[in-house]
């Protein structure tokens, strides 16, 4: 991965032993304070200020408004971005721990993590590296995603797959970790955008996970006159006849009349309707790391226009 480990998705950080450790004594917490170690901890309550409470076991935590989320003291960022904080984990660093209180008072600041964790990310980051994300919201026109240490990003709704969905709620969870591509970096308006599909695999590593004469599991994407696309996997399609019963969203299963590379299609034949999916299945990634220069989903010798990405 490119990102620092320093900065990764909100949710990382609970599980590492050095921040387990920081909450163990006040003298942790205090050598943690010193170092500017990113902890992590799950919000508890938002008060009517907005102020997010944290138990840290050997103190109570308060992470005030202002320092819950850049954007927030210069009206930029909505006040749902601290509300929803809660029951999430959250990372912080400790600002300033009070004795004089029982429990201690440890004051908390999470707008210093995200904007080391922004400067890093615009500063390292480049078009084609693969990061870790994790799911934050869904919105008709794409995924929003924590890029690192809660620093949003979006995958627009046509990047998360080559296979066209209705919603990305088709294809990802809230909450799920997820691996992306950086598709812009802009320093300028401080923002980096993300895609998805590219990691999917070409049309032809997916069409290998499938033989003519098999019946396997689809999903119907889209109903035409002259047929019904169903997708066998985010990245690769195949069209069936047009059958009437036939509904966006269904799951069917379908037979594999051939696959035909030179013309980049599959054909299928719908035998079943089967029960819905309880969620998306969780990606099956081609690229895990590293860096992507150009990416081509167009099998060699398709007579079609190439698909491919310039990631630049």
């Not at 590492?16 to 205090?30: D, E, K």
């Not at 080559?162 to 990802?172: A, G, T």
């Amino acid at each position: 991965m490119k990102t620092s480990e320093s900065y990764l998705p909100e949710g990382s950080y609970m599980v590492q032993p050095a921040v387990r450790q920081a909450f163990s004594t006040l003298g942790a917490l205090r050598q943690a304070q010193d170092e500017g170690r990113i902890l992590e901890a799950v919000a508890q309550r938002c008060t009517a200020a907005h102020d997010l409470l944290f138990d840290l076991g050997i103190a109570q935590g308060i992470l005030p408004r202002v320092s819950c989320a850049l954007g927030i003291e210069q009206g930029d960022t909505r006040e749902i971005a601290i509300l929803s904080r809660v029951g999430k984990p959250t990372c912080f660093v400790v600002t300033d721990i009070d004795e004089s209180t029982d429990p201690p008072t440890a004051w908390l600041s999470r707008t210093i993590v995200q904007q080391k964790a922004q400067d890093r990310l615009l500063d390292s980051l480049r078009p084609g590296d693969v990061i870790p994300a994790r799911v934050t919201h869904l919105e008709p026109f794409g995924a929003f995603v924590d890029a690192g240490c809660g620093v949003p990003s979006l995958i627009g709704i046509e990047n998360l797959s080559v296979s066209r969905i209705c919603h990305p709620s088709d294809r990802l969870t809230v909450g799920q970790s997820i691996l992306a591509a950086v598709r812009t970096v802009e320093p300028e308006n401080r923002r980096i955008s993300l895609t998805h599909r590219e990691l999917l695999g070409t049309w032809a590593q997916n069409a290998a996970l499938f033989s003519v004469g098999e019946t396997v599991r689809g999903v119907v994407r889209s109903i035409e006159p002259y047929g019904v696309f169903i997708e066998l996997t985010p990245n690769l399609s195949g069209l069936a006849e047009p059958r009437a019963d036939l509904r966006p969203g269904m799951a069917v299963s379908v037979y594999i009349k051939s696959i035909l590379p030179q013309r980049m299609k599959v054909k299928l034949t719908v035998i079943d309707v089967l029960s819905p999916y309880d969620a998306p299945t969780p990606p099956r990634y081609f690229i895990t790391e590293g860096h992507i220069d150009e990416w081509t989903y167009t099998p060699v010798g398709c007579d079609k226009k190439p698909v491919k990405t310039v990631f630049e």
